[in-house]
């Protein structure tokens, strides 16, 4: 019989995680005979009452596991966890507000059975989304799929599946600032897609504000794409070349054409002008070079991704 171990990450989900359990073991009741199922929690240290609900639920049946953060890491270094202790033939991510739809897990598994090791569940479109989201994750995919090296398919979530091929490769990132779709996109495997329509959320409420989500854009772009580091270099170069040749021009009309190239600008603004070019390629250049040089200090100090208070896997 194959195992399948269900992840869900958790961050002040008191009310969801008992609705949670109830639907996944709905989901399960058809298929059990053909697998044996886990579900993970990963408690990401929510300040609630999350990791009692969940302990309440592993005392009564041992099919519930759970991950205990010391403190809240963030939701794409709870699933890492929970993709790093599975040990089954697959796992499959899910959020605990229900907003994913827990009835398509069969339809998942079954496209795994046909030999697809990453299957990736697409959101279709919502209307409750408001304006700024969706513009700015427009914006996002169309720039992140210009400049970094794998695609990222437009509304791929978390709920996805991996084959254990995928987590075995997957256990051998070792950096800290992450995405994890991101990350299984690049490993590349078999592909298929499900899509969706995402509920709404159970209890609570989101706990990914549009700053937290513009923070994971830039960390995407900074980690998967070096071009916003050349942007930099290639900006250098045409301001550069624009200020030289107005320098040129400048100097040309002053000493030898003075009739003809006559600038103007007095001698002062000229200069002002020259040095506002100058500087603005300079901090625009250390603002670029600052992230890449934390980014490059995060990964060298090798910290611990995660640190775990409590398991039961
Ligand atoms: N989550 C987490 N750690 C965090 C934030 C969120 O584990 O720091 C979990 C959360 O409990 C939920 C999932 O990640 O299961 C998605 O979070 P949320 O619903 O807040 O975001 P959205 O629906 O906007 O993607
Ligand atoms: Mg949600």
């Known amino acids: 019989m194959k195992s399948i171990l269900i992840i869900i990450p958790a961050y002040n989900e008191e009310k969801n995680i008992l609705p949670v359990y109830t639907a996944l073991k709905k989901v399960f009741a058809p298929l059990e005979n053909k697998y044996s199922f886990e579900m993970l929690f990963v408690n990401d240290g929510s300040k609630d009452n999350t ?12 099919i519930v596991k759970y991950i205990d953060f010391s403190r809240n890491f963030g939701k794409e270094v709870a699933t890492t966890a929970g993709i790093n202790s ?7 991510m899910i959020d605990a507000d229900l907003q994913h739809p827990v009835e398509l897990i069969g339809e998942f598994i079954s496209r795994w059975e046909k030999g697809f ?3 990736i569940g697409i959101r279709n479109k919502s209307k409750s989304d408001g304006w700024m989201k969706k513009v700015g994750s427009k914006l996002f995919y169309s720039i992140i799929n210009k400049i970094a090296e794998v695609k990222v ?25 992450r995405m994890t779709r991101a990350l299984i996109d690049w490993l590349g495997f078999r592909r298929d897609f499900v899509y969706f329509d995402a509920n709404e959320r159970l209890h609570g409420t989101a706990s990914y504000s549009f700053l937290k989500l513009v923070g994971l854009a830039m960390n995407s772009f900074v980690s998967l794409s070096l071009v916003p580091l050349k942007i930099a270099g290639y900006l250098g170069i045409i301001i550069t070349l624009i200020a030289g040749l107005s320098g040129f021009y400048i100097l040309l009309g002053k000493y030898f054409f003075h009739t003809v190239l006559a600038s103007t600008f007095s001698d002062s603004e000229n200069l002002a002008i ?13 603002g670029l070079l600052a992230l890449y040089v934390a980014n490059i200090h995060r990964e060298v100090i090798n910290r611990p991704i995660y640190v775990i208070r409590k398991k039961n896997i």
């Open 274 to 286: 020259l040095l506002l070019f100058l500087v603005g390629i300079l901090l625009m250049s250390i």
């Open 153 to 177: 398919v437009p509304n791929a979530t978390d709920f996805r599946l991996i084959d254990r091929v995928v987590v075995a490769e997957f256990g051998r990132f070792t950096e800290t600032s």
């Open 117 to 119: 090791d990453v299957v």
């Open 86 to 92: 599975c040990k089954a033939d697959a796992c499959i």
């Open 51 to 62: 990791i009692g609900e969940i302990e309440k639920l592993a005392n009564t049946d041992k």
